[in-house]
């Protein structure tokens, strides 16, 4: 049989093998294609879950908890917000952090609620002048420990928060991250409110 050219000639010949070896490459391409993304994905998710793990934090638990409180004595762990507990402060290291003694355990601390970003040359030795050696009650919001320290609302006495004090005489700020629905929240906000009025500590700078 006779052919207008070489090109009909090689269709009619072999345009079946031809169109069979177009589909399974297309086919092999397609797979290449879906198991690589599988595969890219499957590791993806393995080294989310793996960092979750490193964290403390489980990756697919929206609500999990993200600061452990595991260091801190069972009585201080069971503590509800609001209520308070007998501890000893052994000293006021730089910084502003405390060092609490709770039932012979050293315990680090920071004061709930008061950001040390901006503050007096003197806030540091002030704290420590006052809360060094001494006994004092204290007490917890919600979020009882941040980045390893707990953080806690110290009363000198019953009716004394020693957090508002700090703010009160313009020693350092109020912690703009403090929950709103802290019980402590309203004292440390007037307190700070105080400070700004009279122009006392960073306020007058």
């Known amino acids: 049989m006779y052919y207008e050219n070489k090109f009909g000639f090689y269709i009619k010949q072999y345009g079946i093998q031809i169109t069979v070896g177009i589909i399974c490459f297309i086919i092999a391409i397609s797979g290449l294609f879906v198991y690589f993304k599988i595969n890219n994905k499957a590791k993806a998710e393995s080294t989310v879950a793996s960092n979750a793990v490193e964290n403390g934090v489980e990756a697919n638990n929206e609500t999990a908890v993200t600061e452990d409180d595991s260091f801190l004595p069972e009585n201080l762990r069971n503590l509800k917000p609001g209520k308070k507990a007998t501890v000893k402060v052994a000293t006021a290291e730089n910084q502003g952090n405390l060092i609490l003694i709770v039932d012979g355990q050293r315990i680090k601390a920071k004061l709930a609620g008061v950001d040390y970003s901006k503050i007096m040359p003197d806030t540091y030795y002030k704290i ?76 007058g700078i």
């Open 128 to 203: 420590n002048q006052a809360l060094e050696g001494k006994n004092v009650d204290i007490t917890f919001d919600e979020a009882k420990v941040s980045n390893g320290y707990a953080m806690v609302f110290v009363y000198l006495d019953k009716d004394t928060l020693y957090n508002a004090k700090i703010l009160e005489e313009g020693n350092a700020i109020l912690d703009s991250t403090l929950s709103k629905k802290s019980s402590e929240y309203v004292d440390l906000a007037e307190s700070q409110a105080y400070a700004k009025q009279t122009l006392a500590g960073v306020w």
